[in-house]
T-cell receptor, first 114, second 114 residues
Framework: EADIYQTPRYLVIGTGKKITLECSQT?????MYWYQQDPGMELHLIHY???????EKGDLSSESTVSRIRTEHFPLTLESARPSHTSQYLC?????????????FGPGTRLTVL | KNQVEQSPQSLIILEGKNCTLQ??????????LRWYKQDTGRGPVSLTI?????NTKSNGRYTATLDADTKQSSLHITASQLSDSASYIC?????????????FGRGTQLTVWP
């Protein structure tokens, strides 16, 4: 199993709260990703990073923001959580030189906003 | 439009039986196709990956096939076990490098009953 970690694994929070989902990897990968996945639906890319100080928005519009101050760390922040943000959030990483565009996924954070 | 379609949406089989999951894609250009297994509440884990020139790839009781001409892939599970209960996701990459995009299917939810 890949060395990529996410905390918390589960989070139940009230509307309007600020939350940060943590993602760390120990593989030294340059590229990191955040996906959002609703039950029974495909993964949607919401943010990615090519390396330190690099962040880009993905295909699915998201009110969340990300930062990449250290190679191993790629946290995602919601300034004011809403029920529409309820979903599973998956973090992934990949090597810069990667013939197959292989991505390794973390275990995910299941977020519920009441 | 680049898409990945999987069937069936869900499947229930008895322990010890075989099953085949289908994936059709319209992604172009095509670089590689992989099958992921995603346990409930966990991140996806790669099972097999195939490039354009590969027709079949095995990983234990899992065998994937690829027909690049018809843009179809299948995942065959032999002698199913209770631990095979999971969502199986087909993912297609349009380029072999990390510049490529990943296209995700919605997955087939497999349930294995004792």
């Amino acid at each position: 199993e890949a060395d990529i970690y996410q905390t918390p694994r589960y989070l139940v929070i009230g509307t309007g709260k600020k939350i940060t989902l943590e993602c760390s990897q120990t593989m030294g990968h340059d590229k990191m990703y955040w996906y959002q996945q609703d039950p029974g639906m495909e993964l949607h890319l919401i943010h990615y990073s090519y390396g330190v100080n690099s962040t880009e928005k993905g295909d699915l519009s998201s009110e969340s923001t990300v930062s990449r101050i250290r190679t191993e760390h790629f946290p995602l922040t919601l300034e004011s959580a809403r029920p529409s943000h309820t979903s599973q959030y998956l973090c992934a990483s990949s090597e810069e030189e990667n013939l197959y565009n292989e991505q390794f996924f973390g275990p995910g954070t299941r977020l519920t906003v009441l | 439009k680049n898409q990945v379609e999987q069937s069936p949406q869900s499947l229930i089989i008895l322990e010890g039986k075989n099953c085949t999951l289908q994936c059709n894609y319209t992604v172009s250009p095509f670089s590689n196709l992989r099958w992921y297994k995603q346990d409930t509440g966990r991140g996806p884990v790669s099972l097999t990956i195939m490039t354009f020139s590969e027709n079949t790839k095995s990983n234990g009781r899992y065998t994937a096939t690829l027909d690049a001409d018809t843009k179809q892939s299948s995942l065959h599970i032999t002698a199913s076990q209770l631990s095979d209960s999971a969502s199986y996701i087909c993912v297609v990459s349009d380029r072999g490098s990390t510049l490529g995009r990943l296209y995700f299917g919605r997955g087939t939810q497999l349930t294995v009953w004792p």
